[in-house]
């Protein structure tokens, strides 16, 4: 039996798709997180795309996780939570 491959989609690509999902977000009022998986940056260049720049943007990559490599674990997932609760965000 061969091995399977996971697909993998862009969340956020999949939502903008959904007009009263990207009327929300474009309408948002306090500043978007958002968090990547990988140095592509992808949902932050989609976001771009959309207009929607006023962000604060996290990857994962900054936490030494590696997409496709990296084990989830409680304690890198806590690492990333404490982050985004200790930035400035104005």
Same mark, same amino acid.
């Given at each position: 039996?061969?091995i399977?491959? &996971? ?6 690509? *999949? ?9 929300? %977000?474009? *309408? ?5 997180? %958002?968090?990547? #998986?990988c140095?592509?940056?992808? *949902?932050e260049k989609?976001?771009?795309?959309? #207009?929607?720049?006023? !962000? ?8 030494? !996780?590696?997409? #496709? ?6 304690? &890198? *997932?806590?690492e990333?939570?404490?982050?985004i ?6």
């Amino acid at each position: 039996m061969g091995i399977k491959r &996971k697909k993998r989609i862009c969340k956020i690509s *999949a939502l903008l798709h959904f007009p009263t999902f990207r009327k929300k %977000v474009k *309408a948002q009022q306090t500043k978007i997180i %958002v968090l990547d #998986g990988c140095p592509i940056n992808c *949902a932050e260049k989609i976001l771009g795309k959309e #207009g929607i720049t006023d !962000i604060t943007h996290i990857n994962t990559t900054d936490f030494d !996780i590696v997409k #496709g490599k990296t084990p989830f674990t409680k304690e &890198k *997932a806590n690492e990333i939570v404490e982050h985004i609760k200790n930035l400035q965000i104005n």
